[in-house]
């Protein structure tokens, strides 16, 4: 990683104006590719060792490709440990909550970007102040809450109290207000309703912003651990994260099947960020994030 | 997050302008115009009082008594802070969550600049590139702690294999204290460089070009350019970079968890894990770890609020 930055600012780098001379070019291809490798090693090199029988993993010095590539894990994985339970738990709480914070994050930055009302700005500002709160500092109370409400050891409870996302409002909200008022205001004329409005001209306007906050809750979800580590407390409703964790601490399941899960969760978000990811850029760009 | 709130100075002129005209034509609001807002922010606000709001408040309020199941709990003052401020273990802990926190913040400013500057320059591939780099924060922290664990291995690891390959020897990364502080400051620029670059990037590609090519007629050179132009420019963006890699910094805990356990002895053990070890397992001290959790927010609080003042007074002049 230190090789691709380094040396950087002293090469010549500024494509936005010019061509630099051959060898500076060639120098930062060399240092990127450097960097992505140190990146992308420890993850490929698990992907790959994940397909080796247990013998082959405890062999050293390890081989660096598998000698045949096994699905043995992959199918002991899958038979054993309750893992499909888990998958499935971490499919509908991602999916559920995602779609749950779209709806109410949408709503919340379309009156906060587009009306007058009294209590607005109060609002806008308590919204960014708990971006700064962090879950772990409220975990204790947070957690009297959900309980009190019923909902430890349930999916619900995994779903609803993350869904109202602070950075969805905020990053909505700034992309919103690059919508020009007299559109609305026409819609309006021409006697639709609010929500009408709302739904048929604002939304379908906010496709980069939507996308962003899309990638980030799903990435959010999937990958939330302390949360569901403190209210999923039964082996039915864990996630993916808590099984791997509590498998992974107690030392009661061999490694071949940590690798195995692991890679296993890894690939759905991999799919869904290589579908949308031309829109994380220019959505960061336009989102006002910057 | 300065552009950000720039950014809301001229919407406000914007609906204000709306408002005007609105009156101009002598129409007031609808009903359904006057409580649509309300409605609209009604249900995240819901969740969001419920859920942030409210345990907030509570948070501090359970810090003033003593609990050891979460149900009863007895008043206690100001005892638990007292107790917490004089417990070893959380003086060891501040101290750890201070190291990681100056080494992670600093170094994955400076390496999220750098790669971005180049990711900006490169052309060819850089999708790939861009692509590459993001991977590692697509992936659960969990599984991040378990694949650098054992990569980490100082017998079958990725990289003392390697090592072992060109003579450098098998060190005890995860074995030794402070080099598993450094393993673990890593992990942690590991998994946020790419968030981070991207940020940045989106804050360079806003950067007028025509001003480097006027420096580069002024015969400025490649550092120079760099130096007092793309620096002070992307000034805003490093800010938000600097107040997210702060908050993260404070926060992390998920990684460690696999990655080291807080170990070895206790030496990569943060706040959060010490937190979240006195609130859910044996001997369990409720208040005790309230009062963490307010103090936590305190120091966090206030370092963003400086992070964010300095900032601003350094654009200003």
């Known amino acids: 990683m230190s090789s691709a930055t380094v040396g950087t600012p002293r090469g010549p780098q500024w494509t936005s104006t010019g061509r630099p001379p051959g060898l500076g070019r060639l120098l930062r291809t060399v240092g990127l590719t450097a960097g992505a490798l140190v990146v992308i090693a420890p993850v490929m090199w698990a992907a790959l060792s994940s397909f080796k029988t247990t013998s082959e993993l405890s062999r050293r010095p390890p081989a660096l490709l598998p000698q045949t590539f096994s699905f043995e894990n992959y199918g002991e994985a899958l038979g054993s440990f309750d893992f499909t339970t888990y998958l499935i738990n971490s499919v509908i709480v991602t999916i559920a909550a995602t779609l749950l914070t ?35 500092v409220i975990l204790l109370p947070v957690y009297e809450v959900v309980s009190s409400l019923g909902l430890v050891n349930s999916l619900l409870g995994l779903i609803i109290p993350a869904a109202a996302t602070p950075t969805g409002v905020f990053v909505l909200r700034q992309y919103m207000l690059t919508i020009p008022d007299d559109l609305i205001e026409a819609a309006r004329i021409d006697g639709a309703g609010e929500f009408a409005i709302f739904r048929r001209v604002v939304l379908p ?24 580590l403190v209210v999923a407390q039964d082996e039915s409703v864990y996630t ?17 099947l ?13 799919i869904m960020f290589l579908l949308l990811q031309r829109h994380i850029v220019t959505g960061i760009a336009q989102t006002g994030l910057k | 997050m300065s552009g950000s709130v720039a950014d809301g100075a001229p919407a406000g002129v914007r609906s204000g302008a709306g408002r005007s005209r609105h009156r101009r034509r002598g129409s007031p ?13 009604a249900p995240n606000l819901a969740i969001f009082l419920l859920f942030v709001i409210w345990p907030a408040l509570n948070g501090f309020n359970i810090s003033l008594y003593d609990s050891t199941n979460g149900r009863t709990f007895t008043w206690a003052g100001l005892d638990n802070y007292r107790d917490v401020v004089t417990d070893e273990d959380f003086v060891a802990v501040v101290g750890h969550t201070l190291v990681f926190v100056v080494c992670f913040v600093v170094l994955v400013t400076a390496t999220s600049i750098g790669l971005s500057v180049v990711l900006d320059a490169q052309r060819r591939g850089r999708a790939v590139f861009r692509a590459a780099y993001f991977l590692p924060v697509l992936l659960s922290p969990i599984v991040v702690g378990v694949i650098w664990n054992w990569a980490l291995d100082r017998q079958v690891g990725l990289v003392n294999t390697l090592l072992d390959l060109v003579g450098l020897g098998r060190p005890g990364w995860l074995v030794e204290s402070s080099l598993a502080m450094a393993c673990t400051i890593f ?13 940045l990037l989106a804050g360079l590609q806003g950067i007028d070009p025509s001003l480097y090519e006027a420096a580069r007629l002024d015969g400025a050179t490649a550092w120079q350019r760099f130096r007092h132009l793309t620096l002070p420019l992307l000034r805003p963006t490093t800010l938000v970079v600097v ?75």
């Open chain 2, 243 to 317: 107040i997210l890699a702060t908050i993260n910094g404070f926060q992390s805990f998920d990684f460690i968890y696999t990655l080291t356990g807080g170990g070895p002895v206790g030496g990569t053990t943060l706040i959060v894990q010490f937190i979240y070890e006195r609130a859910f397992e044996s001997p369990i001290r409720y208040g005790l770890a309230s009062a963490a959790g307010v103090m936590l927010f305190t120091v966090v609080f206030a370092v963003t609020a400086l992070n964010y003042l300095v900032g601003r007074r350094s654009e200003a002049i």
């Open chain 1, 205 to 228: 306007l906010c496709v980069p912003a939507l996308a962003v906050v899309t990638i980030f809750s799903v990435i959010w979800r999937w990958n939330d651990f302390l949360w569901p």
């Open chain 2, 187 to 199: 992990v942690g620029i590991w998994i946020h460089l790419g968030f981070y670059s991207i940020i």
């Open chain 1, 258 to 270: 940590v690798l195995a899960m692991s890679v296993l969760s890894i690939v759905p978000v991999v």
């Open chain 1, 102 to 136: 779209l709806a109410i994050n949408t709503m919340a930055a379309y009156a906060l970007a587009k009306y007058n009302f009294r209590g607005r700005d109060g609002l806008f500002l308590l919204t960014l102040a708990t971006i700064m709160i962090p879950l772990q």
């Open chain 2, 29 to 41: 609001k609808s009903r359904g115009q006057r409580w649509a807002p309300y409605l609209f922010i």
């Open chain 1, 240 to 256: 993916l994260p808590v099984a791997l964790a509590r498998l992974n601490s107690q030392q009661v399941i061999p490694f071949n």
